[in-house]
């Protein structure tokens, strides 16, 4: 049998028990790395989107009980929209817009 440099014996073969022991150190450390990335990734991405829904979610309920509570505002309020609504249509009727702002014949060369 051949010997190293030590003069220790070399054995032959695959030496499998050293080569997995290699491998599963390095398949930690990779591993560390990418938990270590995915945690930053959840810390800038993903948290701050969570937060907003939770947010907006509180915000809609908190709408909708209002809403429940007091009908009168919610009433009053369509009825502002749709009066709105009805005032400008009447005013596109009598005074048209300006050709930039229309979308038909005198207005579709801007565009």
Same mark, same amino acid.
């Given at each position: ?26 398949? #930690? ?14 810390? +800038? ?8 829904? #939770?947010?907006? *979610?509180?915000?809609? !309920? !908190?709408?909708? +009980? ?8 919610? %009433?009053?309020?369509? *009825? %502002? ?5 009805? %005032? ?18 005198? *207005?579709?060369?801007?565009?």
């Amino acid at each position: 049998m051949a010997t190293n440099v030590d003069g220790n014996i070399q054995k032959k073969g695959w030496r499998t028990k050293a080569r997995i022991r290699v491998a599963s150190g390095k398949i #930690k450390k990779s591993a560390a790395k990418i938990v270590t990335s995915s945690g930053k990734t959840y810390g +800038k991405y993903v948290s701050p989107t969570v937060g907003l829904f #939770k947010k907006a *979610g509180t915000v809609a !309920t !908190t709408l909708g +009980k209002t809403a429940l509570k007091f009908p009168g505002t919610g %009433l009053a309020a369509t *009825g %502002l929209y749709y009066g709105a609504k009805a %005032l400008v249509k009447k005013g596109e009727k009598t005074a048209s817009r300006t050709a930039f702002r229309q979308y038909n014949k005198k *207005g579709k060369w801007m565009i």
